[in-house]
């Protein structure tokens, strides 16, 4: 079973930016998908941004244009670059992987790392 472990989380004003890191304990290049979620307090946990193997990606509308998410199978780590952020956007943040690029059967979560956006 594959472990993650994510970072690069913290306190941002408004309008910086924040890079958040995924580091599995097995190589994730056989890993069909992978993504970022997110959980704000008294919300149901969202998908922020997916990528597959093959590199296709999908992103929550409230963050297209702003969030970019990349794989380094060599460093067997997911990344979640964040660029004007927004209050909105403070949540713990989880990464996911799955065996299938539909992301129906999962494989393991994260323990999150918590983003906060001040105003």
């Known amino acids: 079973q594959v472990q993650l472990v994510e970072s690069g989380g913290g306190l941002v004003q408004a309008g910086g930016s924040l890079r958040l890191s995924c580091a599995a304990s097995i190589s994730i290049s056989s890993i069909k998908a992978m993504g970022w979620y997110r959980q704000a307090p008294g919300k149901q946990r969202e998908l922020v941004a997916a990528i597959t193997s093959g590199g296709s990606t999908n992103y929550a509308d409230s963050v297209k244009g702003r969030f970019t998410i990349s794989r380094d199978n060599a460093k067997r780590t997911l990344y979640l670059q964040m660029n004007s952020l927004k209050p909105e956007d403070t949540a713990v943040y989880y990464c996911?992987?799955?065996?299938?690029?539909?992301?129906?059967?999962?494989?393991?979560w994260g323990q999150g790392t918590q983003v906060t956006v001040s105003s």
């Open positions: 996911a992987a799955f065996i299938d690029p539909e992301r129906t059967v999962l494989l393991s």
